[in-house]
């Protein structure tokens, strides 16, 4: 389970591409969408994170931020957002704590086999670092047409 919305978006400090740390409540005064994905350069990850460059402007428009999540390096995403052409930054967890904190560590079932993962999962958070809306178990297919239109 996700967190809940209506509740305060856990604040956290985090390193990103570029070698840059930011928090989230640096975001403050404009929309969120924090997107956790297991893995750069794979290709449900990759589908994901490009539909979201394909909207970036549509979703800027809107006063909001794009920010993905990954326990990737720093320099796995750097080689991610250059391959990609991603106009957003990534953040880096490789001790999953941003992860866990958002529930987005947990039991998954591939194949018949069970293990712990990351849960392909999406907060919106609103300018004041409310939870707006969640999405849990994500499949990509048309997902940022979802998250866009909640952002309205």
């Known amino acids: 389970m996700l967190l809940e919305k209506g509740t305060l978006a856990p604040d956290f ?9 930011i928090k989230l409540s640096d975001y403050r ?5 924090l997107y956790f994905y297991p893995k750069d350069n794979t ?22 931020v794009i920010l993905g999540i990954s326990p990737d390096s720093v320099k796995s995403h750097e080689g991610f957002i ?8 990534l953040i880096s967890d490789p001790d999953k704590e941003i992860i866990k904190m958002y529930k987005a560590w947990g039991e998954k079932n ?13 907060y919106l958070i609103d300018e004041e670092g409310i939870i707006l809306e969640t999405w849990y178990k994500v499949r990509v297919t048309d997902h940022v047409k979802k998250v866009i239109k909640a952002i309205d």
């Open 82 to 89: 250059e391959k990609q052409s991603l106009n957003f930054d």
């Open 43 to 64: 290709s449900g990850c990759t589908k994901e994170s490009c539909e979201f460059r394909d909207n970036f402007d549509i979703i800027a428009d809107k006063n909001t």
């Open 110 to 122: 591939m194949y018949g086999r069970k293990f712990m993962g990351l849960i392909r999962s999406t």
């Open 29 to 33: 005064g404009k929309k969120v969408i």
């Open 13 to 21: 400090t985090a390193k990103i591409n570029g070698d840059k740390t």
